[in-house]
C-alpha cells in the first residue's frame, strides 16, 4: 500500500504545474542524464532560470543532481511521479465503475424508452 | 491544477443521461465506486443548488461527497464543486475540487466525457491549462523503464 503523504503530493503537483518544468521532465525522460546547459538549451530562458526551475524540481524530489567532472548530470527521479500518478488512478478508477453503472441504467431506461414510444405509435 | 478525464460511450439518449446525474433517485442508482447501493442522496440540481451523496464501499468505509451545482445547462452540461464530508480519497480531506460533465449527442447514444479536476489545488491556484495527465503517463512509463534498469545494476 503507497502512502500518500499530502504534502509530498502538494509539492509533485505544483512543481507539474508549470509547462517549462515539465518540459525539462520530459527531455529527461528520453535521456539518461543530461548536463544543465544541455538541458538549457531548447529553452528560450536564461540559464539562471534554468536553474531555478531545477532547484524546485530537487526539492520536490523529481530530479537529482551530481557532479561530473566540471559539468553537473540531471536525471529524472522516477519514484514520485509515479506516486502521483497511482493516486489519480484512484479517481480515475471510482469514476470509471460509478460510469459502468450509470450507462447501464441509461441504457434500461433507453430501452423502457422505446417500448413505450412504440406502444404509442402502434395505438 | 491536476485531474482525470474518462470518456464513454453510452447507448442511451442524452436526456435519459441527463435525468439520471441531476436527480436523486437517478444519482443514487449508479453513484460510488463499487457496486453497492448508496445509502442516501439529496441533489437540487440548478446552479447554485446542493447535492449529497453518502455511500459505502466494501472495505465497510462510509463516504459522503457533497457540492453545489455551477452549471446546469440540459441536457448538455453539469459543472460541480466536490468535497469529502465524511471519508473519501486519503490526501484529499477538506478539499474542494470540481466535476465537469458534457454530454454529446451521437448516432446511438449519448458520449459523456467526465473531467474531475482541481485536485489537490489550492484555492488560489486556477489553472486552465489542464491536460497534461497523458503526458505525465507517458513520463511515468519511461521514468519506469529507467528505474528497472537501474535496479539491475
Known sequence: ?123 | MSGVTLVRRIAARPTIVFDLMTTAEGVASWWGPQDLPVVRAEVDARVGGAYRVHFRTLDGGEHEACGEFLEVVPPRRIVMSYRYTLGGEPGEEGRTSRIEVDLTPIADGTEVTLKHVDLRSEVSERSHTWGWSGALDKLVRHAATVDAEGRKT
Do not use: C
Request: charged fraction near 30%.
Open chain 1, 1 to 123: 500500500m503507497v502512502n500518500y503523504r499530502p504534502r509530498d503530493l502538494d509539492r509533485v503537483f505544483a512543481t507539474l504545474s508549470d509547462p517549462t518544468r515539465r518540459a525539462i521532465l520530459a527531455r529527461l525522460a528520453k535521456a539518461e542524464s543530461l548536463s544543465i546547459s544541455v538541458l538549457a538549451e531548447p529553452f528560450a530562458i536564461t540559464l539562471p532560470a534554468v536553474m531555478k526551475h531545477l532547484d524546485v524540481l530537487g526539492d520536490a524530489g523529481l530530479v537529482t543532481r551530481s557532479k561530473q567532472g566540471r559539468t553537473v548530470a540531471v536525471r529524472l527521479s522516477p519514484a514520485p511521479l509515479r506516486r502521483a500518478t497511482e493516486w489519480l488512478r484512484r479517481y480515475e478508477r471510482f469514476w470509471s465503475s460509478a460510469l459502468d453503472r450509470l450507462a447501464a441504467q441509461a441504457e434500461h431506461k433507453e430501452a423502457e424508452a422505446r417500448d413505450a414510444e412504440s406502444g404509442e405509435a402502434r395505438r
